[in-house]
């Protein structure tokens, strides 16, 4: 058995180096070949993806990029080697929703390698997602936050960005055709789920699980500040699809438009995705991944 294991010296408490050591001695244990790449600027975890291939399996410790940017190299070749998942940035939110241990040392700790787990990407025009896509100021907040306010912040980083971001928002004129419904007009904020959960959050209850082919389209309507209350209100109470000025359709396919002349950027798994118009795809089942023991299910 082959891995290739990608790792960013650079995420969370950019202790990738150090760490990386522990790695190599517990992946002995269940593989025969370790072949070890360092991220050094954006786009190498892709890069090692497609350039190492006839892998069984491809681990990666870092953050959300960097796990976006394995899983766009395994799409573009259309790998099929199991995914592994080791937390080591600011969000880990697709790791939290696989139920890995966030402590870096039990999640290297917490699989065997015999259970795996099928998930759903989405695909934005060529670009890959394992959680999210959306547009509004709290998505185009996450991506202004620098590496040195996630060092010294954490994730309080992207909770106080997002509140200045909200304070001076714009709203968006955008069309919506999806294989479930058509919507045009007025667009605070708009997000497509293939997670029902935002870390610990559950803001709704619909399509729990990860591998249906489908995907959650929301789109809050209003700006208002007693409607975005609401839609907080709501989405605590698990229930974001039942506010007034929520339009909810689910979807396997749908392209987001822009009806004004402005530039308008989709955000993918809180990263710079591309500019409208965008094509979404929902791709079932598009990726096996390791989940530790004793979890892993919704």
Do not use: C, Q, W
């Not at 001695?25 to 370790?34: A, G, M, N, P, S």
């Not at 950027?265 to 965008?278: A, E, Q, Y």
Request: charged share 30%; net charge negative.
């Amino acid at each position: 058995m082959k891995i290739l294991f990608i790792y960013n010296p650079n995420s969370g408490d950019k202790s990738g180096k150090e760490f990386i050591g522990k790695i190599n001695e517990e992946l002995k244990k269940y593989f025969d070949e370790i072949i070890l790449r360092e991220t050094k600027e954006a786009g190498d975890g892709t890069s090692f993806v497609e350039e190492v291939k006839n892998v069984d399996a491809i681990g990666v410790y870092g953050g959300d990029g960097t796990v976006n940017e394995v899983l766009m190299g395994m799409n573009k070749i259309s790998s099929k080697a199991k995914l592994l998942i080791l937390p080591g940035g600011t969000g880990n939110l697709l790791a939290k929703k696989l139920e890995i241990p966030e402590d870096k040392e039990s999640a290297l700790l917490s699989f065997d390698f015999i259970r795996t787990k099928k998930i759903d990407l989405g695909k934005a025009n060529d670009k890959v997602f394992s959680l999210f896509a959306s547009i509004g100021a709290v998505p185009e907040a996450i991506h202004e936050v620098s590496s040195e306010e996630k060092s010294k912040f954490g994730g309080m980083a992207y909770i106080k960005k997002s509140i200045e971001k909200l304070t001076s928002s714009e709203k968006y004129n955008l069309e919506v055709k999806s294989d479930s419904g058509e919507y045009s007009g007025s667009v605070d904020h708009l997000i497509v789920a293939l997670s029902n959960k935002i870390g610990k959050l559950e803001f709704t209850n619909i399509d729990k699980e990860r591998d249906s082919g489908n995907a959650d389209l929301f789109i809050l309507t209003s700006d208002s500040i007693k409607d975005r209350l609401e839609v907080l209100k709501d989405s605590i109470a698990g229930e974001v699809e039942e506010g007034d000025s929520v339009v909810h359709y689910t979807l396997k396919e749908a392209k987001i438009s822009s009806l004004g002349t402005e530039e308008v950027i989709m955000d993918i798994d809180g990263n710079r995705g591309p500019s409208l118009p965008v094509d979404i795809k929902i791709l079932k089942e598009a990726v096996e991944v390791y989940i530790p023991k004793g979890g892993g299910n919704d």
